[in-house]
């Protein structure tokens, strides 16, 4: 019996490694958050909104997971379309970000999902195929905003401060 060691549950070993790196540090970063904030009773974080990020590759969604939280709103992340509509009921998020080629379709086609069954949810589409019809599909199925990869911080929390000026 031949045994492929490359890869584990259907990961590669670079994607386990990374994705647990991340996880660590980004404990180890929300620990000392919490440290800080347990010995300043002053400053006091309170998330107002939840974000969802739909995304296949993990260090967008930890890089994007990192601004979000920066930014004060409460962050999961899932790596499919069919992953995202079991976080949708779990989670109820009031923003998502979604990436448009994924393992189990497009997130384009998933907007009008969205929009039907959970009408209050801003939609901001992230996506490295930027093109002017991919821009203006989106628009039409209905997200809220448009941002192309690679992104910035000010892109995100502008693109937050637009769907939610409060």
């Known amino acids: 019996m031949i045994c492929n060691f490359r890869f584990v549950c259907g990961k590669s070993l670079n994607q386990q490694f990374l994705w647990r790196f991340y996880k660590m540090a980004d404990y180890l970063l929300n620990s000392h958050e919490k440290e800080f904030l347990k010995s300043n009773k002053k400053m006091e974080r309170h998330a107002t909104l939840k974000a969802l990020i739909i995304d296949d590759e993990y260090d967008i969604c930890f890089l994007l997971s990192r601004i979000l939280r920066n930014n004060n ?3 999961e992340f899932v790596n499919s379309l069919a992953e995202g509509k079991a976080y949708l009921t779990k989670l109820k998020p009031n923003l998502l970000f979604l990436d448009n080629h994924l393992p189990d379709g497009f997130g384009i086609d998933f907007i009008s999902y969205v929009k039907k069954e959970y009408p209050g949810i801003k939609i901001v589409m992230v996506t490295a195929h930027d093109t002017n019809d991919d821009r203006k599909r989106a628009l039409q199925e209905g997200a ?4 192309a990869k690679p992104f ?14 409060n």
């Open 73 to 75: 709103l409460d962050v």
């Open 144 to 147: 809220d905003f448009f941002i």
């Open 152 to 165: 910035s911080a000010s892109e995100i929390k502008s693109a937050i401060q637009q769907v939610y000026p």
